[in-house]
């Protein structure tokens, strides 16, 4: 069973940076997708960030330019870094993945891409 943790949220003052991460288990995909998507209290679930099993990227334009979304394979783990952060990037952050090769989308991921979800990471971004 696909088992995705994430872990690293915190708060940052405006302005400032944090990596989350996203370690995965119990599938050995050879092809894969994985997805990075945020929720904060009364909004929409957003699509922030996906890496393709080719190594290829996509994002927001919300974020486009402040985020970046790599992995580690070797540890089966995914990581978002976010810098420059807004107040609007406080959100639950939840990471998400779907077996299969996918060629990259050019568009943000949307949340019936995707499987397998986590439980999510609160980042909290303060004046």
């Known amino acids: 069973q696909v088992h995705l943790v994430e872990s690293g949220g915190g708060s940052v003052q405006a302005g400032g940076s944090l990596s989350i991460s996203c370690a995965a288990s119990?599938?050995?995909?050879?092809?894969?997708?994985m997805g990075w998507f945020r929720q904060a209290p009364g909004k929409e679930c957003e699509g922030v960030a996906a890496?393709?099993?080719?190594?290829?990227?996509t994002y927001a334009d919300s974020v486009k330019g402040r985020f970046t979304i790599s992995e580690d394979k070797d540890k089966n783990t995914r990581y978002l870094q976010m810098d420059s952060l807004k107040f609007d990037d406080a959100a639950m952050y939840y990471c998400?993945?779907?077996?299969?090769?996918?060629?990259?989308?050019?568009?943000?991921?949307?949340?019936?891409?995707?499987?397998?979800w986590g439980q999510g990471t609160q980042v909290t971004v303060s004046s």
């Open positions: 998400a993945a779907r077996e299969g090769y996918t060629s990259n989308w050019g568009r943000a991921p949307r949340a019936n891409d995707f499987v397998y």
């Open positions: 119990g599938y050995t995909f050879s092809r894969y997708t």
């Open positions: 890496i393709f099993s080719d190594g290829t990227t």
